[in-house]
């Protein structure tokens, strides 16, 4: 059996039950000692306690942790629920995917230190992060896809993922316009533009939004979904476990804490306005998030195969409040950053 390397708790657990198991004596404490979640395969060397990761966080647990594996931690601005084998969990009741999934053992659950570092510090702690904190003065509005890129589409409304994107980010950079940041946009008419060109072209700005509409071959797929760069060795959220092409850090790396209090902000923003279905912040190695240096998230803010979601879509009304839940995201990012920045 294979140690873990770095979880030191673990491994006197482990040799604590050793010598218990010698002596024929059970763990019932734990409540768990027949439970298959109590003796699972050995966890990774960079597992930590949960309990240990976020009591340093300055969250507290509610309860002990539920048969079924499930408990809450929180304090007075944040709650975040884990459950034993996902990769999700909900924090202040948003759906967020961890890199690598969360799992009960002796009694307690555990999970991945890049998603304590990476993930939940910068989201429950960003003063942590307060000497690489970057106020925010351009924007970049990057339109998914255009001109011979339609992107996906509606055929019974019509209706091209190039076109609505545009849309939505015009209107997206006059709100921001009028609260008096500068914007700049990859496109502003129907015309297309590389796909490697366009985090390369945001670099200029101060922060990236990339707005996407999504397809999917389930008509039943509906709702909103945010998407921050995937940190170095870490899985995307649409795969199970790392792949080769993981490893590498990109560019987008650079500001892991930002992108995901980004991702979290806006994604918190666009749920709570647009009370569409919550589909989580998750994880993409998307070109314009992985060769850009900024802050960075890519939308995608409903689905044109959805045919009641589509049709919301096709009204200026929604696009409008989508725009708007984008910009309230944003401005709440915006605020946080300043508040950490030293006053001049
Ligand atoms: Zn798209």
């Known amino acids: 059996m294979k140690r873990p390397k770095a979880a030191v708790g673990f491994a006197t657990w482990g040799w604590l039950r050793l010598a218990l198991g010698l002596f024929g004596i059970g ?3 734990t409540g768990f000692a027949d439970d298959p979640k109590a003796t699972g395969v050995p966890l990774p060397g960079h597992y930590v306690r949960v309990n240990d990761a976020l009591r340093e966080l300055g969250l507290r647990p509610s309860a002990r942790m539920t048969p079924e594996g499930e408990q809450t931690f929180a304090n007075t601005w944040r709650q975040i629920d884990f459950r034993h084998d996902s990769r999700e969990v909900l924090i202040d009741g948003r ?4 890199g690598e999934g969360v799992h009960a053992q002796t009694g307690e659950l555990w999970l991945s230190r890049v998603d304590v570092e990476k993930l939940l510090r910068p989201i429950v702690r960003p003063r942590a992060f ?3 904190a970057r106020p925010v003065q ?4 990057d339109a998914g896809h255009g001109g011979r890129d339609r992107g996906a589409h509606s055929d019974p409304l019509a209706l091209s993922e190039k076109h609505i994107a545009l849309d939505v980010s015009l209107r997206l950079g006059k709100i921001l316009s009028a609260q008096g940041f500068e914007v700049r946009h990859t496109r502003t008419e129907d015309v297309y533009v590389d796909i490697g060109d366009r985090g390369e072209m945001s670099r200029a700005a101060d922060l990236l939004v990339s707005i996407h509409f999504n ?3 389930n008509p039943e797929a509906r709702g909103t979904e945010v998407y921050a760069l995937t940190p170095a060795g870490q899985p995307s959220t649409s795969d199970r476990s790392p792949s080769a092409g993981d490893y590498p850090v990109e560019l987008g790396n650079t500001t892991d804490p930002w992108n995901a209090l980004l991702g979290f902000a806006v994604h918190d923003a666009m749920i709570k306005r647009l009370g569409t ?3 989580g912040l998750k994880r993409a190695r998307f070109a ?3 060769l850009t ?17 589509a049709q919301e879509i096709a009204s200026v009304d929604r696009r409008r409040e989508i725009a708007e839940s984008i910009a309230d995201g944003i401005v709440d990012y915006v605020d946080l950053v300043l508040s950490l920045s030293p006053s001049p």
């Open 27 to 29: 763990y019932p404490w």
């Open 95 to 98: 759906r967020v995917f961890l």
């Open 130 to 132: 307060a000497g690489s």
């Open 138 to 141: 351009i924007i970049w509005i």
């Open 215 to 217: 397809a999917a071959g």
């Open 277 to 279: 279905v919550d589909r």
């Open 288 to 290: 314009v998030l992985r």
């Open 293 to 309: 240096d900024v802050p960075a998230v890519l939308i995608e803010a409903g689905f044109l195969s959805h045919e009641a979601e």
